[in-house]
T-cell receptor
Framework: DAGITQSPRHKVTETGTPVTLRCHQT?????MYWYRQDPGHGLRLIHY???????DKGEVSDGYSVSRSKTEDFLLTLESATSSQTSVYFC???????????????FGSGTQLSVL | GQQLNQSPQSMFIQEGEDVSMNCTSS?????WLWYKQDPGEGPVLLIA?????ELTSNGRLTAQFGITRKDSFLNISASIPSDVGIYFC????????????FGKGTHLIIQP
């Protein structure tokens, strides 16, 4: 199994509060991703990182920010949580984006976030 | 943007049956990936395909990269209870660092 740890695994919070989810990897992979998974929508990319301090937006980035100060950690922050951000959040890593064997993503076990 | 359409959305089968599912796109993909997600866990990579026409097996699973490069198929032979889960197809987005596009999944349910 890829060494990816997401924390917390479950969180319940109130609307308007800030929330930070953490993804920690032990694989020293360059690329890291945050996805959210919702019924009827599948997996959608929130933000991604292509190196320390290098991040970019995905297709559903509004209301989210990320930071990557070390290779092994990628943080996802909801500055002011809303009920529409209730979801399961997955972190993923990739060694390379070169064509061929290294386009694979490996996923963490997810964080179930409920915003009441 | 690129979209992947998976069918069927759900499958209810008996243990021991063979399963077929597919994934189609209006865009050409140079790589097709198939993932499985168990309840409460993240998706796990099953099979990766890199060439049009390629047929690759992983145990009882066989996946094919369509000749047109716009579709892919996954077959499971002699299904067992642990095959239950959601199966996703995926392909690279723009070729940059922005990860994979995923289909919405096929939910496989095995009836005793």
């Amino acid at each position: 199994d890829a060494g990816i740890t997401q924390s917390p695994r479950h969180k319940v919070t109130e609307t308007g509060t800030p929330v930070t989810l953490r993804c920690h990897q032990t694989e020293n992979h360059r690329y890291m991703y945050w996805y959210r998974q919702d019924p009827g929508h599948g997996l959608r990319l929130i933000h991604y990182s292509y190196g320390v301090k290098d991040t970019d937006k995905g297709e559903v980035s509004d209301g989210y920010s990320v930071s990557r100060s070390k290779t092994e950690d990628f943080l996802l922050t909801l500055e002011s949580a809303t009920s529409s951000q209730t979801s399961v959040y997955f972190c993923a890593i990739s060694e390379s984006i070169d064509r061929g064997e290294n386009e694979k993503l490996f996923f963490g076990s997810g964080t179930q976030l409920s915003v009441l | 943007g690129q979209q992947l359409n998976q069918s069927p959305q759900s499958m209810f089968i008996q243990e021991g049956e063979d399963v077929s599912m597919n994934c189609t796109s209006s865009s050409i993909f140079n790589t097709w990936l198939w993932y499985k997600q168990d309840p409460g866990e993240g998706p796990v990579l099953l099979i990766a395909l890199y060439k049009a026409g390629e047929l690759t097996s992983n145990g009882r699973l066989t996946a094919q990269f369509g000749i047109t490069r716009k579709d892919s198929f996954l077959n499971i032979s002699a299904s067992i209870p642990s095959d239950v889960g959601i199966y996703f197809c995926a392909g690279p987005k723009s070729g940059g660092a922005d990860g994979l596009t995923f289909g919405k999944g096929t939910h496989l349910i095995i009836q005793p």
